[in-house]
Nanobody, 123 residues
Framework: QLVESGGGLVQAGGSLRLSCAAS????????LGWFRQAPGKERALVAT????????DYADSVKGRFTISRDNVKNTLYLQMDSLKPEDTAVYYC??????????????????WGQGTQVTVSS
């Protein structure tokens, strides 16, 4: 139901834009989030956006470099990633909250997941 795209290989300092398209149902009343998982590490929250798109939150490590946004008409979530660093290398997952109108701040609150897209930043 959630399909990510836009990952790839980029040099440090470069940019990528990830997309996450929903199908089969609408998530217009659900919070959405981006998570990432590096090899040997836990899946970590990167950014969240509330159901209306008016509220966002970011992990400290990406503040000022990443921007999360959504288009409820297109049923699509985005993550603009600028000034990429090698430590941003990970598989990136989009997720939708399990309950409408609430924005979970932990992985446990997200019930719908994409399959992930690889982002590799070379130094």
């Amino acid at each position: 139901q959630l399909v990510e795209s836009g990952g790839g290989l980029v040099q440090a300092g470069g940019s990528l834009r990830l997309s996450c398209a929903a199908s089969g149902r609408t998530f217009s009343t659900n919070a959405l989030g981006w998570f990432r998982q590096a090899p040997g590490k836990e899946r970590a929250l990167v950014a969240t956006i509330n159901w209306s798109g008016t509220g966002t939150d970011y992990a400290d490590s990406v503040k000022g470099r990443f921007t999360i946004s959504r288009d409820n008409v297109k049923n699509t979530l985005y993550l603009q990633m600028d000034s990429l660093k090698p430590e941003d290398t990970a598989v990136y997952y989009c997720a939708a909250s399990g309950r409408p109108y609430r924005t979970p701040t932990t992985r446990a609150g997200y019930d719908y997941w994409g399959q992930g897209t690889q982002v590799t930043v070379s130094s």
